[in-house]
């Protein structure tokens, strides 16, 4: 089982539906989640981090965590074209502050 | 506020040759790590270093390794270049100071192998 899984996509959705992208981890020792946007040719860029259970807003982004169920989703209100990317999970677990990264969910809006 | 620096940008390099690239992270910032990027496999997680230590390391062959210097800078090298090694190598860096906190990344260096 790989330690942070994500469907790899792509997932298309219409211009200002609402884009729901999940990511699930195995280690329940994880303390810290993360999300990166990607655009191709593009290093990635942080645009959410959620550290406790529940909903964590930011503008048309929302981050979900359930530490019981292992699983963190982004949720991206309102999709718009520029918003078509690849979205990597990421999750610190360990007194080391180990970083994995899934291998990232490609979402198209369609206009 | 600068960001994370990384040069060069661009590399053809010679199998069997070795290369040595660099990193600058933000201002403040102990944490540096490198990753690799290729359109199959995603990010691969080379190392971490924090302080001048490598604290975390990945499952990368013994070619690849890396330093911090005292002032949080940080060098990869790869030695005895491989076609495979051709890639997209990530710099990202990140401060503990209240806690984990995510990666700020550089633009990366694109290395190509012939």
């Known amino acids: 089982q790989k330690e942070v899984e994500q469907n790899s996509g792509p997932l298309s959705v219409p211009e200002g539906a609402i884009a729901s992208l999940n990511c699930t981890y195995s280690d329940r020792g994880s303390q810290s989640f993360f999300w990166y946007r990607q655009y191709s040719g593009k290093s990635p860029e942080l645009i959410m981090s959620?550290?406790?259970?529940g909903d964590k807003e930011d503008g048309r982004f929302t981050a979900q965590l359930n530490k019981a169920s292992q699983y963190v989703s982004l949720l991206i209100r309102d999709s718009q074209p520029s918003d078509s990317a690849t979205y990597l999970c990421a999750v610190i677990t360990g007194g080391y502050q180990k970083v994995t990264f899934g291998t990232g969910t490609k979402l198209q809006v369609i206009p | 506020k600068a960001g994370v620096t990384q040069t060069p940008r661009y590399l053809i390099k010679t199998r069997g040759q070795q290369v040595t690239l660099s990193c600058s992270p933000i201002?403040?910032?102990?944490?540096v790590s490198w990753y690799q990027q290729t359109p199959g496999q995603g990010l691969q997680f080379l190392f971490e270093?924090?302080?001048?230590?490598?604290?975390n390391k990945g499952n990368f062959p013994g070619r690849f390794s890396g330093r911090q210097f005292s002032n949080s800078r940080s060098e990869m090298n790869v030695s005895t270049l491989e076609l495979g090694d051709s890639a997209l190598y990530l710099c990202?860096?990140?401060?503990?100071?209240?806690?984990?906190?995510?990666?700020?990344f550089g633009s990366g260096t694109r290395l190509t192998v012939v």
């Open positions: 990202a860096s990140r401060t503990e100071f209240r806690g984990p906190s995510g990666y700020t």
């Open positions: 270093y924090f302080s001048e230590t490598q604290r």
């Open positions: 959620i550290y406790s259970n």
């Open positions: 201002s403040g910032h102990r944490s």
